[in-house]
């Protein structure tokens, strides 16, 4: 008999069993498809006033055979949570995935959240497993992304060119920092994360815009801090010293092999300069500067996206997966 149970983030063995599954999970995709232990046994308990998750186990007897999680967002789009199921490859087709979402579903339904969203990976163009599961439970497909993975070599390979390609338009600054923005910009940085969900397109996905004031930008930096995450950022001042853009390549000191990209908006006001890609090569020399053992750089973003599909495809990005954005609305 599989019981489905909650698990407490800070009980450390039942974190682990929980990470195995997932870990043997998702070990058929390429790239880094799971956080390193070291990762989320410290990310995973960690307070955050910003997002609530909640664990949940399927253990037959004393073996965990599926792993569940729940994230919703605390300070904006209250209807909305995720939703991520995952079976042990020795035990699918068992009904123990159906179980997990439908029991992150009451969770998510018993905080008052009408819009589950999820994720299924895919390899490039193709079908599998988690779309089938997905239709199964009843999820649309809200938005077709490309998850891109770019190394080293590569990049290294066109850098110059690259760099003589999108240099820094006149008048324009750009400068880079380790996660904590500069107090003189933090205000201005803040409105330009203000239209992050509207410029970034989204598909179906239901999401709405958040105001960041100072406070929450620099709670949100002390909580990457001490999970021991480098958001290593570039941030481009227009003539008169606004945020007109930024970029950022995420690294975390559990894994310094393996970098990702956050977040990349250049304000509409500014666009059309090649402020992007200058802000990604910023972005990227940081990081190679940073970890010398760094091997390769992932991203993801919408197949619609063309302007920053051009942009990743200039730095050497290639495609590895389809992701799929699933929506369904309880
Ligand atoms: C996707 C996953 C969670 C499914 O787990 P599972 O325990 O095998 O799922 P279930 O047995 O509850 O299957 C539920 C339904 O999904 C569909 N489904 C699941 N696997 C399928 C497959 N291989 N082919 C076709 N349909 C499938 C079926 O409709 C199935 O119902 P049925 O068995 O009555 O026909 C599991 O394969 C997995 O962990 N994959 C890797 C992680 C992942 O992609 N998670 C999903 C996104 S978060």
């Given at each position: 008999?599989?019981?489905?149970?909650?698990?407490n983030p800070?009980?450390?063995?039942?974190?682990?069993?929980?990470?195995?599954?997932?870990?043997?999970?998702?070990?058929y995709?390429?790239?880094k498809?799971?956080?390193?232990?070291?990762?989320?046994?410290?990310?995973?308990p960690?307070?955050?006033?910003?997002?609530?998750?909640?664990?949940?186990?399927?253990?037959?007897?004393?073996?965990?055979?599926g792993?569940?999680?729940?994230?919703?967002?605390l300070?904006?789009n209250?209807?909305?949570a995720?939703?991520?199921?995952?079976?042990?490859?020795?035990?699918?087709?068992?009904?123990?995935?159906?179980?997990?979402?439908?029991?992150?579903e009451?969770?998510?339904?018993?905080?008052?959240?009408?819009?589950?969203?999820?994720?299924?990976?895919?390899?490039?163009?193709?079908?599998?497993?988690?779309?089938?599961?997905?239709?199964?439970?009843?999820?649309?497909?809200?938005?077709?992304e490309?998850?891109?993975e770019?190394?080293?070599g590569?990049?290294?390979?066109?850098?110059?060119?690259?760099?003589a390609?999108?240099?820094?338009?006149?008048?324009?600054?750009?400068?880079?920092?380790d996660?904590?923005?500069?107090e003189?910009?933090?205000?201005?940085f803040?409105?330009?994360?203000?239209m992050?969900?509207?410029?970034?397109p989204l598909?179906?996905?239901?999401?709405?815009d958040?105001?960041?004031?100072?406070e929450?930008?620099?709670?949100?930096?002390?909580?990457?801090?001490?999970?021991?995450?480098?958001?290593q950022?570039?941030m481009?001042?227009?003539?008169d010293?606004?945020?007109?853009?930024?970029?950022d390549?995420?690294?975390?000191?559990s894994d310094?092999?393996?970098?990702?990209?956050?977040?990349?908006?250049?304000?509409?006001?500014h666009?059309?300069?090649?402020?992007?890609?200058?802000?990604?090569?910023?972005?990227?020399?940081?990081?190679?500067?940073?970890?010398?053992e760094?091997?390769?750089?992932?991203?993801s973003?919408?197949?619609?996206?063309?302007?920053?599909?051009?942009?990743?495809?200039?730095?050497g990005?290639?495609?590895?997966?389809?992701?799929?954005?699933?929506?369904k609305?309880?």
């Amino acid at each position: 008999m599989v019981d489905i149970e909650q698990i407490n983030p800070r009980n450390q063995a039942a974190l682990r069993a929980w990470w195995e599954v997932g870990h043997a999970a998702t070990a058929y995709r390429p790239g880094k498809p799971w956080p390193v232990w070291e990762q989320s046994r410290v990310a995973l308990p960690a307070d955050n006033p910003e997002r609530g998750i909640t664990l949940i186990g399927a253990i037959d007897g004393r073996e965990m055979v599926g792993a569940g999680l729940l994230t919703r967002t605390l300070r904006d789009n209250l209807h909305s949570a995720m939703a991520f199921a995952y079976t042990r490859p020795d035990r699918v087709r068992e009904g123990i995935g159906r179980r997990l979402v439908e029991e992150l579903e009451v969770v998510a339904a018993g905080d008052g959240r009408t819009t589950v969203q999820s994720e299924a990976y895919l390899p490039p163009g193709g079908s599998g497993v988690p779309e089938a599961f997905a239709a199964a439970m009843g999820y649309d497909v809200a938005s077709r992304e490309s998850i891109k993975e770019l190394t080293l070599g590569d990049y290294l390979a066109r850098r110059e060119a690259l760099a003589a390609e999108a240099p820094v338009p006149d008048g324009y600054r750009v400068i880079t920092y380790d996660t904590v923005c500069p107090e003189e910009h933090l205000e201005s940085f803040g409105r330009l994360l203000g239209m992050l969900m509207t410029e970034v397109p989204l598909g179906e996905l239901d999401l709405e815009d958040s105001e960041w004031g100072p406070e929450r930008i620099r709670d949100a930096e002390q909580r990457q801090v001490a999970i021991g995450r480098h958001v290593q950022t570039a941030m481009a001042l227009a003539p008169d010293g606004s945020v007109a853009g930024v970029s950022d390549v995420r690294v975390d000191d559990s894994d310094p092999t393996y970098g990702q990209v956050g977040i990349t908006l250049v304000d509409p006001v500014h666009r059309g300069r090649r402020l992007g890609l200058a802000l990604k090569v910023a972005t990227h020399d940081l990081a190679v500067a940073a970890y010398p053992e760094l091997v390769s750089v992932d991203t993801s973003n919408a197949e619609v996206n063309t302007w920053m599909n051009a942009v990743n495809d200039a730095l050497g990005y290639r495609t590895i997966e389809t992701l799929l954005e699933l929506q369904k609305k309880l």
